[in-house]
């Protein structure tokens, strides 16, 4: 499955937020409540959680309800997902690299 251009949007700039990136990053780990994520930063509860729901809307975790808690865990689909859209760009400037050093290998060849 290809990424939209919206879902990517959505993506990177929730991950633009170091505190998000590092929930991510905790996440794909192992999976914790948002209580226990919440005692890991110097900020509210409430931050927490919307930092939380901005990953969530972004597709980078899953919430599950169990009991009285929360639980979060890294979608690692979609991490899969951005990943190959960006190996798609990096392609894109490695071609154009390759052309601009034949260009510029014809170039030296034809003053010579």
């Known amino acids: ?3 939209g251009q919206r879902d990517a949007d959505r993506v990177f700039a929730a991950l633009a937020d ?7 990053a905790r ?4 999976e914790a409540s948002v209580s226990t994520l919440a005692r890991q930063y110097d900020m509210s509860f409430a931050a927490v959680q919307k930092h939380v729901a901005v ?3 972004a597709g980078l975790v899953t919430k599950e309800r169990r009991g009285r808690e929360q639980l ?3 979608d690692i689909d ?12 990096e392609d894109v400037w ?3 690299i ?10 030296g060849e034809d003053t010579r």
């Open 72 to 74: 979060v865990r890294g």
């Open 1 to 3: 499955m290809v990424v």
């Open 98 to 107: 390759d052309r601009m050093h034949d260009l510029l290998t014809q170039s």
């Open 78 to 89: 979609t991490i899969r997902r951005v990943r190959e859209l960006l190996r798609q760009y």
């Open 55 to 57: 990953l969530e809307r």
């Open 27 to 30: 996440v794909l780990r192992q």
């Open 18 to 24: 170091a505190t998000r990136r590092d929930i991510v």
């Open 94 to 96: 490695r071609g154009r």
